[in-house]
């Protein structure tokens, strides 16, 4: 056992070697900037500063877009709001407001008497033929 143990631990240690190795030399590709990775990382950066760009031109478009033109320019908001509070006031003051039309339903009659199941039934069905 102890010798299968000490074989895993020796793999295990070749591997990390081989790693730190690989790691070590892709350090200095980097270092020295003739490889293709780093010119990868100036693609991304380019790429990082373009989002910007255009972050900072959407922002600028919806303040454009924000701003009010024409006939909005020239609206006082605090005239808005009082006219707005004295809507929402006379809606809980009904007095001060005209009265509402109101809907006249009439009001189906109870039967008399109660009304057999069968004969309600039939009743319908003769209303349905019509």
């Known amino acids: ?3 299968v143990d000490g074989l ?3 793999e295990k240690k070749d591997y990390v070697f081989a790693k730190q ?3 070590r030399g892709k ?3 980097l270092a020295r900037g003739n490889n293709k990775r780093g010119r990868k990382i100036d693609a991304v950066d380019k790429t990082l ?3 910007n760009e255009q972050i900072e031109n959407m922002r600028m478009i ?3 877009l924000s701003a009010p033109i024409g006939e909005a320019a ?3 908001e605090d005239e808005l709001e009082a006219e707005l509070e004295e809507l929402e006031a006379a809606e809980f003051h009904p007095a001060t407001t005209a009265p509402a039309a109101t809907l006249l339903v009439p009001a189906r ?3 008399s008497r109660p009304v057999p199941v069968e004969d309600e039934l039939a009743a319908l069905q003769a209303e349905l033929a019509i």
């Open 1 to 3: 056992m102890d010798h």
């Open 8 to 10: 895993e631990m020796l």
């Open 21 to 23: 190795k690989w790691g």
């Open 27 to 29: 350090s200095k590709e």
């Open 49 to 51: 500063d373009e989002i």
């Open 62 to 64: 919806q303040e454009a």
């Open 74 to 76: 020239y609206f006082d």
């Open 109 to 111: 009659r109870p039967p």
